[in-house]
């Protein structure tokens, strides 16, 4: 199954970073390429259920997945329960760095669900995911520093 990880350091305390991550219902405001994410079920504080719709490469994916969130170690994993992939799987995570900002990591691990096609279109479809994994964490780090700063969130 193919893996696409994506770090990117952030200048912001790993507490801010961490209520941002998080906080996936904020994305479609900050991340040109999510449309959608909707908490439809939230059992307890650790377990949600969350419904997205991202633009991927021209297309739109949807999917339904499940996350533990452990605020402790903030990190989140998730997997997908239903949608557009075979398998659709990783965690959001931060880590304080030496220098008092953070480093922010989203880790995938998918199939595309068309085993006859899978040679050809994992590497392709790992690419846009890195592609858009990398302006996801972007768009993120440009709403946290300019909150920092003292501008807009």
């Not at 801010?16 to 479609?28: K, M, Q």
């Not at 900002?101 to 050809?120: C, E, K, N, R």
Request: charged share 25%; with cysteine.
């Amino acid at each position: 199954m193919p893996r696409v990880e994506v770090d990117l350091p952030i200048t912001v305390p790993p507490d801010a970073a961490w209520a941002a991550v998080v906080d996936v219902e904020s994305y479609p405001a900050c991340m040109t390429s999510v449309e959608t994410v909707t908490v439809v079920a939230r059992p307890d504080e650790r377990h949600r259920t969350t419904a997205w719709s991202v633009r991927l490469e021209g297309s739109v994916l949807r999917w339904t997945e499940d996350e533990v969130i452990d605020p402790g170690a903030r990190r989140f994993d998730f997997h997908q329960v239903s949608g557009d992939l075979g398998a659709f799987a990783g965690h959001w995570g931060v880590r304080a760095l030496p220098d008092g900002g953070s480093l922010v990591s989203l880790h995938v691990d998918f199939d595309i669900g068309i085993p006859l096609l899978a040679d050809m279109l994992n590497p392709v479809a790992a690419d846009a995911l890195r592609d858009n994994a990398a302006q996801m964490l972007d768009a993120l780090r440009a709403r946290l520093t300019a909150a920092d700063r003292g501008g807009d969130a």
